[in-house]
Structure formats: C-alpha cells, structure tokens
Nanobody
Framework: QLQASGGGLVQAGGSLRLSCAAS????????MGWFRQAPGKEREFVAV????????YYADSVKGRFTISRDNAKNTVYLQMNSLKPEDTAVYYC?????????????????????WGQGTQVTVSS
C-alpha cells in the first residue's frame, strides 16, 4: 500500500528526492514519514510530517539537509535530501500511522508506524 521510489547512487554533496505513494487507502488523516536502515545497523527514524503538513520533525543527523513534505490530494509523501553524505547510505522506508496524526511519538521513540513501504536504496559515494 506504500510504494517508495527515487533512490539511487549519488556522490557526496548531491541530492535525491524520494517519493512514497499510497494506494488502497488514504492516509490524509495520518502522520507519514521515513525511516532508514544501514547495513549492520538498527532501523532509525529520519523524518515525519503531520496529517496537515504543518508540523515536521527530523532526526538531528539530517536536520537542515532533508525536507519532508506531503500532497494529500496525491496521497504521497516526499523526502528531499540535499548535501548527502556517505553516512546517509541506507535503505529508506516510508511509513504511515493510522493511529496518530502528528508523528511526535515517532520522533521521541515511543512508537513506530503501523504501515510500511518496501524500501528504496540510497547509496552515497565519497
């Protein structure tokens, strides 16, 4: 129900834009966002956006470089990634939470989403 795209190989300092389109149901009343998992590491929170798009939260490691946005008419969430670093290399997973509208609980690590996409690989070369 969540299909992520836009990953690829990019040089350090470059940019990528990830998209995640939902199908089968609408998430216009749900928080949506992104997590990532690097090889040998645990999955980590990246960014989340509230149902209205007015509130966003970011991991410290990406703040100022990544921007999350959404288009509820298209049932899609985006992640614009600028100034990419080799340590951003990971599989990026889009997600949505049918139980929460704001995503703050993701940010503070108290909960995880209940809907997950299949992941898209982002590789940043040095």
């Amino acid at each position: 129900q969540l299909q992520a795209s836009g990953g690829g190989l990019v040089q350090a300092g470059g940019s990528l834009r990830l998209s995640c389109a939902a199908s089968g149901r609408t998430f216009s009343s749900s928080a949506m966002g992104w997590f990532r998992q690097a090889p040998g590491k645990e999955r980590e929170f990246v960014a989340v956006i509230s149902w209205s798009g007015l509130t966003t939260y970011y991991a410290d490691s990406v703040k100022g470089r990544f921007t999350i946005s959404r288009d509820n008419a298209k049932n899609t969430v985006y992640l614009q990634m600028n100034s990419l670093k080799p340590e951003d290399t990971a599989v990026y997973y889009c997600s949505a939470d049918s139980r929460d509208q704001y995503g703050h609980i993701w940010f503070i690590g108290r909960s995880v989403p209940d809907y997950w996409g299949q992941g898209t690989q982002v590789t940043v070369s040095s």
